[in-house]
Nanobody, 124 residues
């Protein structure tokens, strides 16, 4: 499985961005895809995840109500729509694939494959 994250950029506080995670090698309908982020000097943290069936969505408390994870099966792509962005959302955003279908979607350790990051910078 290969993952390609894109869509990052510079945006003012209150603005929106949509990140994309294009997958290849295996259908996203067969594994969980998660989004994580890492700000300078901080540990990588969970943001959101969508399970293989699409039936379960998970969000970090800090993004609930502002971010939405979705997917397009035919395009084999998972999206992260980010609205009402705040300066504290500034980070390198990564997508990852959990092929074992663990229920611990919040945990980095369960993810087998990672894409390269895409930078999101929110100015105040």
């Amino acid at each position: 499985v290969q993952l390609q994250a894109s869509g990052g950029g510079l945006v003012q506080a209150g603005g929106s961005l949509r990140l994309s995670c294009a997958a290849s090698g295996r259908s996203i309908a067969s594994y969980t895809v998660g989004w994580f982020r890492q700000a300078p000097g901080k540990e990588r943290e969970f943001v959101a995840a969508i399970t293989w069936s699409g039936g379960r969505l998970y969000y970090a408390d800090s993004v609930k109500g502002r971010f939405t994870i979705s997917r397009h099966i035919a395009k084999n792509t998972v999206y992260l729509q980010m609205n009402s962005l705040k300066p504290e959302d500034t980070a390198l955003y990564y997508c990852a694939a959990d092929l074992q279908r663990s229920l611990a979607a919040h945990s980095m350790e369960v993810y087998d494959y990672w894409g390269q990051g895409t930078q999101v910078t929110v100015s105040s």
